[in-house]
């Protein structure tokens, strides 16, 4: 069984830093892309960065409104991606999920959902 663990979120102020971390807990996995994304209350969800083509080859992608503030990386080894949050603004505040795909596993998985509340 493969769940991703997500970790980090919180409360931060305007302009302020905050780093997200997933983390893939299981066995006998290979993963084929790991990404962010996010849902704020009445919008739909959406991409904010992520390896989306390959985990191990690719280059990262983002959404327009976070690019030059936010940083995504990865650790082969830990199996784990990590989103790195500076400048934070409050219209960033949402709830934030890990998402990953496997190679021959049915999904996408979503983690549980972090919330990061950005105050002005």
Not at 23 to 30: D, E, I, K, L, Q
Not at 62 to 91: C, W
Not at 96 to 105: E, G, K, S
Not at 107 to 115: A, D, I, K, S, V
Request: hydrophobic share 35%; glycine share 12%; charged share 15%.
């Amino acid at each position: 069984q493969v769940q991703l663990v997500e970790s980090g979120g919180g409360v931060v102020q305007t302009g302020g830093s905050l780093r997200l971390s997933c983390t893939v807990a299981g066995s006998g996995f290979s993963i084929d892309a790991m990404a962010w994304y996010r849902q704020a209350p009445g919008e739909q969800r959406e991409l904010v960065a992520g390896f989306t083509r390959s985990y191990v080859g690719s280059s990262a992608v983002y959404a327009d409104s976070v690019k030059g503030r936010f940083t995504i990386s990865k650790d082969f080894a830990k199996n784990a991606v990590f989103l790195q949050m500076n400048h934070v603004k409050p219209e960033d505040t949402a709830i934030y999920y890990c998402n990953a795909a496997f190679h021959d596993l049915p999904g996408p998985y979503w983690g549980q959902g972090t919330q990061i509340t950005v105050s002005s």
